[in-house]
């Protein structure tokens, strides 16, 4: 059997379930922050988050079939092993930076609310 073939859908399976869940998560639970965000605007609060999740879930999963291309050809269980832990493992640091980048921008505009509902 060809190792590649093997890592292939090892990799794409176990990073899709990964991207999968973690979007779900993210939008379950956030939209609370949205809807903190925007308080007298549900609509526009759900909106957003499914926009959200569109393009988490576009810019994840092509990164990681984009991904696919750049493998060497990998000649044993132990090199198939290190590079999965290795991929998988960057997919997951990805996903925190990002995760950590929306709240940043959530932390901002909620800010920037309460400083123009004050004037």
């Known amino acids: ?34 809807h903190d965000l925007y308080p007298n605007r549900p609509d526009l609060a759900n909106s957003l988050n499914s926009i959200l999740l569109i393009g988490y879930y576009l810019l994840n999963l ?23 832990t290795s991929k998988i493992g960057f997919i997951c640091l990805a996903l925190g930076a990002i995760h950590f980048a929306n709240m940043l921008w ?4 909620k800010k920037e609310n309460t400083i123009n509902t004050n004037l």
């Not at 092509?62 to 999965?84: D, E, I, R, T, V």
């Open 106 to 109: 959530v932390r901002l505009l």
């Open 62 to 84: 092509g990164y990681a079939a984009l991904n696919l291309s750049s493998w060497p050809q990998l000649q044993s269980y132990s090199h198939l092993l290190a590079l999965l």
């Open 1 to 34: 059997m060809n190792l590649n073939i093997l890592a292939y859908g090892l990799y794409f399976g176990i990073t899709a379930f990964i991207i999968l869940r973690i979007g779900w998560l993210f939008y379950h639970f956030g939209a609370v922050y949205l």
